[in-house]
């Protein structure tokens, strides 16, 4: 069964500081990735994905993930974080094609950005 | 609004109640999916819907959990006789068939079993 690997389960950076989680997943087939955000009181948003193509993609609010294919990775980063960054964020995988269709999520990574 | 909306946002039962939740979602989407998460994890998946048809049950916890969408719109979770292990976060997630995964979740059910 596929499964989603976070590194860290608790982050505490300062603003400014760059920012780097970990997601490793195990299937071996042809997946899709994504990367969710959860605010503090707030549903679950999509923050960027990769079905394809470049594997270096840009979602919303200055974050980016690189997909390498070979280490089964799919790493979100951010050059400079805000306090306004402070959330819970889920590396998440879709067997594509797959007859579920279900995201399979990691345990999420609780960053704390103080001011 | 137009994003996916849930019903209750919070409740609180005794042990062997039965409990049921709604889901409304965007109406353009034809893809419903219910998760459960508990504190500390990432949702879990548990069912999906394409149109009425309820495509994948297998990861339904147990037979106590039922769920279902008659016209193809709404969806209900039921979970008969509970127990203190299903005092959890319940999310609905809706999609575009063809999306690829992407999903659309509500603000969540959050049950407290007492």
């Known amino acids: 069964a596929q499964s989603v690997s976070q590194h860290n389960h608790h982050v505490i950076l300062s603003e400014a500081a760059s920012l780097e989680l970990g997601c490793n997943y195990s299937y071996g087939g042809t997946v899709n990735l994504f990367w969710y955000v959860q605010y503090p009181g707030q549903h679950l948003q999509l923050l960027l994905k990769y079905f394809s193509g470049d594997p270096l993609v840009k979602g919303i609010k200055g974050f980016e993930a690189e997909f390498i294919k070979s280490k089964f990775s799919f790493n979100l980063r951010k050059p400079s974080v805000q306090w306004s960054d402070t959330a819970e964020y889920f590396c998440?995988?879709?067997?594509?094609?797959?007859?579920?269709?279900?995201?399979?999520f990691g345990k999420g990574t609780h960053l704390i950005i103080q001011p | 609004d137009t994003g996916v909306s849930q019903d209750p946002r919070h409740k609180i039962t005794k042990r062997g109640q039965n409990v049921t939740f709604r889901c409304d979602p965007i109406s353009e989407h034809n893809r419903l999916y219910w998760y459960r998460q508990t504190l500390g994890q990432g949702p879990e998946f548990l069912t999906y819907?394409?149109?009425?048809?309820?495509?994948?049950k297998s990861r339904l916890l147990s037979d106590r959990f039922s769920a279902e969408r008659p016209k193809g719109s709404f969806s209900t979770l039921e979970i008969q006789r509970t127990e203190q292990g299903d005092s959890a976060m319940y999310l609905c997630?809706?999609?575009?068939?063809?999306?690829?995964?992407?999903?659309?979740f509500g603000e969540g059910s959050r049950l407290t079993v007492l």
């Open positions: 998440a995988v879709n067997l594509r094609g797959g007859g579920a269709d279900g995201l399979t």
């Open positions: 819907f394409q149109n009425e048809a309820q495509l994948e």
């Open positions: 997630a809706s999609s575009r068939q063809g999306a690829g995964g992407e999903l659309f």
